[in-house]
């Protein structure tokens, strides 16, 4: 019988590279139900604040996995779009007093609009032309966010919001904050997860394999070019305003390129093609630098070490490599 | 009728194409061949959209389609393949086949976002047309699932094809679709050509295996350093001077 293979069974079987795509959204499952136990479980609430702002960062590499892992499209600008989402909600919060959930989600419009307007000049470009190019960008908007001080307030004394308070609740204090952006996580998630199963997602990665032939039977390469910087900037421009309200007064220091590689490694240890390998890669580069904290004089070193081993010995991403170690594990097993 | 009428394009100083004009027939294999270097790929990347043209135009079935971008050119019902196999390797050889309906998708992209309902109904139908179309390929049920990059070659090539057949073009055009395969998938591929053509579609078959061409083709054009040599049945194109000449001390691969 030809036609017995249903899509959902042909779903969890496709490489793309390696395992189970729907291996994906259970593990970014599991990893949405480990943050509140982990929450809970810490009683130390600089841990916890840690915490949130991995899933905060998460949420940007979310973004930039759709970018770079799917579409290929590399960018070494993201801080902008964090910088972007951070600002303007800050701005609006404190201009018009306006809600800051929709403060938030005018931040992430906003930088979701610039994201959409550079893809067109940038469609053009490649590989390292591309990075050059969103490496420009993302040191152009740092200046601006270091200078244009009536806006931003620079470097110092930077910009500050008030608490966050949602329908009149106060849910500023980090058990509560961490809901919002546990939430705002799982939304981001949700989605990215749809589009990697479905025609956006295989489109996307038909466009990075060869542009050529994605194009030849029917997609406009261009526009899902706009489309996944749109979406990447969004994402990004969210977590810069969840970020906003994390640290509730922050400086252009921030939004430097340092935070631009931050997200790239994130996503490049977690995973390219998983949104899980994202969330994964977030936080562990987030608690590294709080774990070496007691190593302080050895911090960058062992950073450094673990990086270059994990590429070497697991190039395709930290989650990619420990699946597939547990499955060798498994067949040890059983044989 | 697919309608190419006095097309030019230079590179720099190379005349690629000079004053080309070519027609394909609906329900039927039409041979394009010529030595290396001819200008048989760059006419197809006019014809496909992805090059301009300096002059001249393209109509499929009447309608001017010259300056169309190639998404655009899909729609408008022309599909091609690609000289050196363009594969979406990483995905399974169900998915790539599935990719060929992009154009038949009809959600939008926030009902993607969202995976509504209706976008699982049409996945679904999507995977079982590309099933349908695999199964048309000759490619066995157990490559279906396998990452496409890792098929055989010459079922690579078969994928394309069912990648094209999948957009449900009114004419394809294969360039050098023959190329790396051996005399045995040689002439089954031949056999699907023509099986394709008696299903309506008009097939433009770009082929240095001239056995291959002459077996299926209805039309053959002949094209030498930019322009057509010769054009006719056959037997015709065969006994042309012309055309020997041009193949004269020519190898074929
Ligand atoms: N993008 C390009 N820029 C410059 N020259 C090109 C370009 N594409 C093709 N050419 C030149 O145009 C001429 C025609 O090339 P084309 O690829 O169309 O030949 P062909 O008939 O397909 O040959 P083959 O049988 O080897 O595939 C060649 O001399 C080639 O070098
Ligand atoms: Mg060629």
Redesign the interface.
Known sequence: M??T???A??ES?????GVPLSADRKLSLVLMVLFPICTFAVTNSFYKSVLVLSMINAIAAVGLCLMLGFAGEISIGQAAFYGLGAYVTAYLANQFHIEPALAIAAGAAVAMTIGWGISRPLSRLHEHYLAMATLAFGIIMYIFFANARAFTGGLDPGASVERFMFLGFDLSSMERYFWVVWVALGLSVL?AG??A????G??L??VK??A??????????VRMKA?VFAIGALLTGLSGGLYAYFARSFNAGTFGIGYSIELLMMVVLGSL?RVSGAIVGAFIITILPVVFEQFEDYKTLVFGITMVLIMKFMPSGLVEGVLSLGERLLRGKRN | MLAIRHVSKRFGGLRALRDVNIEAERSCVTGLIGPNGAGKSTLMNVI?G?IGADEGSVTVDEAETIGL???RM??SGV????QNL???????T??VV??????H?R?S?AA????TPA?RH???D???AA??LL?RMDVP?SF????AGDLPYGFQRRV?IA??L??EPAYLLLDEPAAGLNDKESSALGETLRKIADGGIGVVLIEHDIDLVMNVSARVFVMDAGTVIASGTPSEVRSNPDVVAAYLGEEHD
Request: net charge positive.
């Open positions: 030809k036609l293979v249903s899509p069974a042909s079987t496709a490489k793309r590279p989605v749809n589009i199963s479905t025609q956006v295989r489109s990665l038909a394999m060869s050529s032939a994605a194009a030849s039977v029917g997609v406009d390469v489309f093609t | 496909s992805f971008p190639p998404h899909c729609a599909v091609r393949t690609f363009q594969m979406f390797s990483d995905m399974s169900v998915e599935v990719m060929g309906r992009t154009r998708r959600a992209l993607n976002l969202l995976m976008v049409e996945e679904r999507a995977f079982l099933q349908d199964v049920e279906w699932l396998r990452r394309e990648r094209a999948a957009t």
